[in-house]
């Protein structure tokens, strides 16, 4: 019947979790997982990565059918129209079946699932409460990956309505006429544009003076470029001081964030993305004596411990990036651990990737990084507008570029915008594993006609001799 | 010693498994620990690995068979060494790991397992040790280009592998070695050191002188090279030219010189025993109906052999036209690398230099060369008499691989025939 110990429960069902779960079951352990939705995935599958690229790539299907531009490319079609109801459908249908692949991954690998809230009474016990059932089991680890949740700004107050986080921004019942985005970071950029090429006049807040905090800044000011072209308008360097309701919209106050008058701006809707936050509450971590940093994040040594033996965290809930792929690594390398192997996360070879169109992706170091560093380099770029397939299929917007060490050639970053960039990046990622070179990447072969040549072009660009720019 | 192979401890409330398959067949050698039949419960498949090292000596329980914990599943004979076939590489994993154990060798291309907890056995090496993990493209082209052993390079890469900053550092420490040379002989490695003496003088090779000596180096390397003697009586061919060379002069624009008759020689001589114009390559034997000569020039920047095409359509007149010519190309530096191409045979004249006799050196891929050297007047015996004649040594340098003695000294006798009688070379005989 029911089992009541194991080797390993995995508190969260997410990416971080539910991989984490499946791989230690490989290693033979026998894991349980909880999770307090129905449906497994957390936030990635069921209101955040997933969703959204369901969005956008219907969105941007609709905006290309609806502009105009498929007439210049000999198709005619007669009036587009947005059905945003059937568009939200599509998105649930795509979500659910995902979701219910991870329940068939489970019952492959003989995972246990249980639903319900988890609580932590003690090391080595996990409570499950269900509605008002409460069932106890024990593991000899429990490992939290407990993710993150949207977070907010003061004087903002999220209703999911017309305040909305990540969430309520994947929902909305109608397209607003004009939408905020507080935060120029790759969530309110990826939505940002999902709503306005459904139709909404979009306006993006942002509190530093550039967009895509932490990427390079080359990319920043060439991907602003592009999305204004794309009629997002942007104010930077503006913070948002609070947001009220204001008849059937939102008004929010503005000021400069150096300081000074403020104005009032009105919205239909406002989305807040402004981060993430740890998510934490209810696991009874303070009680244990789980140490927390400043920031909310479970503090953990190099095997994913925390300070309490036999308590583990992955994910968004430690520090790093708090990205899916992240937290599937760390939940590899947790539990490969703990079978007494090797695991290990590479941090810096974790790509960051935007959705939008064109994508934009990066990997390793950013040129203002090197600097600080003191790092001397050498950089190769190649714009897609040289690339043969980028022209052919009309999406030319973008570049490549590729950082490397000014000596040894080693490669130490890489950035792109453009097709496909989301792709195109993990090349870089397998070469910077063995400590490639730019070199390297030039001198192997690379398809033609497609995107890839443009990674190679801006390999030999390092070296100043690209063949096609 | 057997050692027995047991079905381990499957787990909670599992009492039986089935065994899945054998990843080792009766008589192979195995390692300790490792992985050498899969076992399947209905919770989990789990290895079971070689409790020692040895050979496996029997399987008791076949793929198939159902098995319960502690049961046998097979034996070993413990210690003993199998074919020469598997484990003679280093196998440094058995020994036990600690789970952050470190890269296995430095200096070593071989990429080494993860070594991790659990004692992990690497897969069996192949016999012959070969340099396992390729090299990279930059890597392979900075090895290449500098002439490098990739195996005396010092590797900071992933499993062991060269990256292109281990490459750099060693070209620039200088401690990266030349690669073998193909053949027995031991390496031109990096020069030995050495310290100059204020009073001599360091010049770099030129191009051209390196390319010389690379070119010898590779005849020398590559051939089975011998050399054959023989002596010839000028007499005739000097009656002959002092006779002539005036009209010849005077027809052709051109001076009588001994080469053009030599060069005749050569193409009859050449007919007859064909393998003399042949080439090697690869495991083939080239033969060439036709014969390229290629005739040795000095250079005040070196010996430089320009090739008389298809020398057997040329008529005398036209070898010795051709041969000015080239010589003259040949001091002004104006001769192109297509003009020294493609020879099948070649001649060289140590004599204007004074050379009495001498082994000239093989021009690769040819098979022969002839060196043809001073005219010197001898004493020689002529029937039972005594009489001064003016004679040049011979020489036949040949590729024994695939000129034998006999075809090497049969040819120069022929050569030493048609010019000692100059009139064969018009009848052919």
Request: charged content about 20%; aromatic content about 4%; overall charge negative.
């Amino acid at each position: 019947m029911a089992e009541q110990h194991f080797d390993l429960i995995v508190i969260g069902g997410g990416p971080g979790g539910y991989v984490a779960a499946i791989r230690a079951a490989q290693l033979g352990m026998k894991v349980a997982c909880v999770d307090r939705r129905p449906a497994l995935g957390g936030t990635c599958l069921n209101v955040g990565c997933i969703p959204s690229k369901a969005l956008l790539h219907t969105s941007e299907r609709f905006a290309e059918a609806a502009s105009g531009h498929l007439a210049g490319l000999g198709i005619k079609a007669a009036s587009v129209k947005l059905d945003l109801k059937t568009m939200m459908a599509n998105k649930d249908a795509v979500v659910a079946g995902l979701t219910g692949g991870i329940d068939l991954l489970f019952a492959k690998n003989k995972v246990t699932r249980l639903t319900g809230e988890a609580h932590i009474p003690a090391a080595g016990s996990v409570e499950v409460a269900e509605g008002r059932k409460k069932t106890t089991y024990s593991a000899e680890r429990i490992l939290i990956a407990t993710g993150s949740a949207p977070a907010s700004l003061p004087g903002v107050q999220i209703d999911e309505k017309t305040i909305v986080s990540s969430t309520g921004a994947l929902a909305l019942k109608k397209v607003p006429e004009k939408l905020a985005v507080i935060g120029a970071g790759y969530i309110g950029l990826e939505l940002g544009t999902v709503w306005a090429r459904l139709g909404a006049e979009v306006q993006v807040i942002e509190y530093l003076d550039r967009i895509l905090p932490g990427m390079d800044g080359e990319v920043a000011e060439k991907f602003q470029a592009i999305l204004e072209k794309q009629g997002l308008s942007f104010q930077l360097a503006t913070a948002v001081q609070s947001a009220s309701h204001k008849g059937k919209g939102v008004e929010l106050e503005l000021a400069a964030a150096a300081g000074g008058k403020t104005e009032k701006l009105s919205f239909d809707v406002a989305l807040v993305a402004v981060g993430r936050k740890p998510h934490t509450e209810g696991l009874g971590l303070e009680g244990l004596g789980v140490a927390l940093s400043e920031r909310g994040q479970i503090e953990v040594d190099e095997d994913f411990e925390t300070s309490v033996p036999g308590i583990f965290a992955i994910g968004d809930v430690i520090a790093g990036p708090m990205l899916a792929h992240k937290a599937e690594e760390d939940g590899v390398a947790a539990v490969e651990i703990m079978a007494g192997k090797a695991g290990h996360v590479d941090y810096d070879l974790v790509p960051g990737i935007v959705y939008t169109a064109p994508e934009v992706a990066q990997l390793g170091k950013t040129e203002e990084q090197l600097k600080q560093a003191g790092t001397e380099y050498k950089k190769g770029v190649f714009p897609f507008m040289a690339n043969s397939r980028a022209r052919a299929t009309g999406q030319a917007e973008g570049f490549v570029k590729l950082l490397a060490h000014k000596d040894t050639d080693q490669l130490l970053g890489a950035h792109i915008i453009g097709p496909e960039a989301g792709t195109l990046i993990h090349e870089i990622v397998a070469v910077m594993a063995f400590g490639g070179s730019a070199e390297d990447v030039a001198r192997s072969c690379h398809g033609h006609p497609t995107l890839s040549e443009a990674v190679k072009e801006a390999a030999l660009a390092v070296d100043r001799r690209a063949i096609h720019s | 010693m057997s050692v027995e192979i047991k079905v381990p401890v499957l787990g909670e409330s599992v009492s039986e498994a089935t065994v899945a398959s054998w990843m080792k067949a009766a008589g192979e050698t195995v390692a300790a620990d490792e992985p050498l039949v899969e076992l399947e419960t209905d919770k989990v498949t789990l290895e079971v690995p070689a409790p020692a090292a040895g050979v496996l000596e029997q399987i008791v329980a076949e793929a198939g068979s159902v098995v319960g914990v502690d049961a046998v599943l097979g034996l070993i004979a413990e210690g003993a060494a199998a074919s020469p076939a598997a484990d003679t590489a280093p196998q440094k994993a058995a020994d036990s790991a600690p789970a952050k154990a470190t890269q296995a060798e430095t200096g070593s291309v071989e990429s080494g397992p993860v070594n991790s907890g659990p004692p992990v056995t690497p897969p069996v090496q192949m016999p012959a040790p070969v340099a396992a993990a390729p090299l990279s493209p930059a890597v392979r082209r900075l090895v290449e280009e500098h002439n490098l052993d990739p195996a005396k390079i010092t590797a900071s890469g992933k499993d062991g592998r060269l990256t292109k900053a281990d490459v750099l550092a060693a070209i620039d420490s200088g401690t990266a070695r030349r690669m073998a040379a193909p053949a027995a002989a031991p390496a031109a490695a990096a020069p030995r050191p050495r310290t100059d003496d204020p009073r001599e003088e360091r010049v770099p090779m030129s191009r051209l002188r390196q390319v010389i000596a690379q070119r010898l180096k590779e005849a020398q390397n590559n051939a089975a090279m011998l050399t054959t003697f023989n002596e010839v009586d000028m007499g005739a061919v000097m009656e002959l030219r002092a006779a002539y060379k005036e009209d010849f002069e005077k027809n052709y624009g051109v001076r009588l010189g001994f080469m053009g008759f030599f060069v005749r020689a050569v193409i009859t001589a050449l007919r007859e025993f064909p393998a003399v114009n042949a080439e090697i390559h690869g495991t083939d034997i080239v033969y060439k109906p036709f014969s390229n000569i290629g005739v040795a020039v000095g250079t005040p920047q070196g010996l430089v052999v320009p090739v008389l095409k298809d020398a057997q359509d040329l008529s005398l007149a036209e070898v010795e036209a051709r041969i000015t010519t080239f010589g003259q190309q040949a001091r002004d530096g104006k001769l192109s690398p297509s003009d020294m191409a493609g020879g099948s045979f070649t001649i060289s004249n140590g004599g204007v230099y004074g050379s009495l006799m001498s082994t000239p050196i093989l021009n690769p891929p040819q098979s022969g060369i002839l060196g043809m050297h001073k005219i010197q007047k001898r004493p020689m015996a002529i029937g039972d008499k005594v009489e001064i004649r003016p004679m040049m040594y011979l020489a036949l340098s040949y590729d024994h691989r695939i000129i034998d003695g006999r075809e090497a000294v049969s040819f120069l006798v022929r050569i030493k025939e048609l010019i000692e009688d100059p009139r064969r070379l018009l009848l052919g005989v």
